[in-house]
């Protein structure tokens, strides 16, 4: 069976979120304040702000 987690590569799930903006480049004060836009769990849509 195929490792579907570990590494970011065509055909394997992911949890991840997308942020309205990157936390790399906010003053890390700031970084409390970043909304969540969408949150996928195991390649489904589980929540969209």
């Known amino acids: 069976m195929a490792r579907k987690q570990g590494s970011i590569t065509v055909g ?3 949890d ?9 480049e906010v003053d890390r004060r700031n970084i409390k304040d970043i909304q969540v836009l969408k949150t996928i769990k195991r390649g489904i849509p589980v ?3």
């Open 16 to 24: 991840f979120v997308i942020l309205e903006e990157n936390p790399f």
């Open 47 to 49: 929540y969209q702000g």
């Open 12 to 14: 394997k799930m992911a």
